[in-house]
């Protein structure tokens, strides 16, 4: 069961960003009358459509984006929809946020086990120096931040879990993808990628985290990195 | 002084390619009768107009290649100008004792030490896997790796340490490339990159680590990592 590298999805599975950034609008946006945890789930639930649409209007030749763009144009969206007013200063601040997630609790201790057995290596939508705030701010050891960034698209495109395996000089059956969501693990499993799936019920707020994707084979299954870890030794 | 990221050179500044490489062959390689020291010499003296052919070969529409390939082949002239015999099971073990460099004995707790003052990365000619398996043999704690293949290029090209500044959402002036090397810390100076000497005398052995460049403005000179720690804080 050995592999070379594990490749770890973020928001979500390392961190918490639906708790970290409701009490992050709380502190930098305290004064604006808002739905905050409303505001932060429509948010979050833009994100994989803002990202997809830059897939494709690369495909079409166009350019690639970074996340701190594609969040601003998002929130802007759902406070007008919400006819929520809200400063430039904090509405830039909210996107500055997404540096500040907390881990869950297992995560820092998770990763620590993991690299004893294999290159660790972040594997986000979020570009290099977001990433390289959000594992700092955490304080999470990680051998390698990657970032689709790094192959100018977002997953689940193939480039990006390909570039993945180049970088790291891996077949795709030496990387696993850790992750909490069903779209990445498949998107990975269908370039021969080993996957693991970590359960984060508290996702999207209690009983909110994805289900386990049931039709991929071979898929560990776990509550936790340190858990995994154990699988994996 | 602060600055937002410390980017690193690797080989010489953060690690003893010299002493690693040369226990490296007489472990592989000790039934053949050889010059270690003198091959090892040649061979790094073989690098940089390796990496240099590259550059020029990217210019003119050619493809990038990674130090492994550039190494081995260097490997191979360095011996055949010796008339030494060896085997191709243990020239590549040669070349991956790149990924084994023993760290010098500052190098650990001055990167510890200095991310605590900014966000700390590698900028390395050696790809992403190489330096990943580089900073794990030697238990280094870094923030991010990067390296000059994120640029399909090799230092001293300014393409790598800008493709560094795009990742790190850095400008110039807020960046500091710290390295042993006055042909590197020049690049750098020239796009406006802070710089730092650390001076590594038994880089080529006993007396043999380059001189601090002498016309670059601002430049910190010191002896260790943890030095370089306490100039900035």
Same mark, same amino acid.
């Not at 960003?17 to 604006?32: F, K, N, P």
């Not at 986000?124 to 790094?150: P, T, Y």
């Not at 990628?193 to 289900?211: I, N, S, Y």
């Given at each position: ?78 406070? %007008?929809?919400?006819?929520? *007013? $809200?400063?430039? !200063? +904090? @509405?830039?601040? /909210?996107?500055?946020?997404?540096? &500040? ?77 850790? %992750?909490?969501?069903?779209? *990445? $693990?498949?998107? !990975? +499993? @269908?370039?021969? /990628?080993?996957?693991?799936?970590? &359960? ?8 909110g985290g994805d289900e386990a994707p049931d039709m991929i084979r071979g898929l560990i299954v776990v509550d936790s990195l340190p858990e995994l870890a154990d699988r994996l030794r």
């Amino acid at each position: 069961m050995a592999v070379r590298a594990l490749l770890f999805d973020v928001f979500g599975t390392l961190v918490d960003w639906r708790g970290s950034l409701i009490d992050h609008a709380g502190t930098v946006a305290g004064d604006a009358s808002a739905d905050w945890p409303g505001v932060i789930d429509d948010w979050r639930r833009a994100y994989k459509p803002a990202t997809d649409a830059v897939v494709r209007e690369r495909a079409a030749g166009g350019p690639w984006r970074d996340l701190d763009e594609l969040q601003r144009i998002s929130l802007d969206a759902v406070l %007008a929809a919400r006819s929520t *007013d $809200l400063s430039d !200063a +904090d @509405r830039a601040a /909210l996107v500055q946020g997404w540096r &500040r997630l907390r881990p869950w609790p297992d995560t820092a201790a998770g990763l620590l086990a993991l690299r004893e057995l294999a290159i660790t290596a972040t594997l986000s939508n979020g570009h290099v120096g977001l990433v390289a705030d959000l594992m700092r701010f955490g304080d999470l050891r990680i051998d390698v931040v990657l970032s689709a960034q790094l192959a100018d698209s977002y997953k689940p495109d193939p480039a990006v879990y390909l570039r993945a395996l180049e970088l790291l000089e891996c077949e795709p059956a030496d990387a696993m993808l850790v %992750a909490c969501h069903a779209y *990445d $693990l498949e998107a !990975a +499993d @269908r370039l021969g /990628l080993r996957t693991a799936f970590v &359960r984060r019920p508290a996702e999207w707020g209690p009983g909110g985290g994805d289900e386990a994707p049931d039709m991929i084979r071979g898929l560990i299954v776990v509550d936790s990195l340190p858990e995994l870890a154990d699988r994996l030794r």
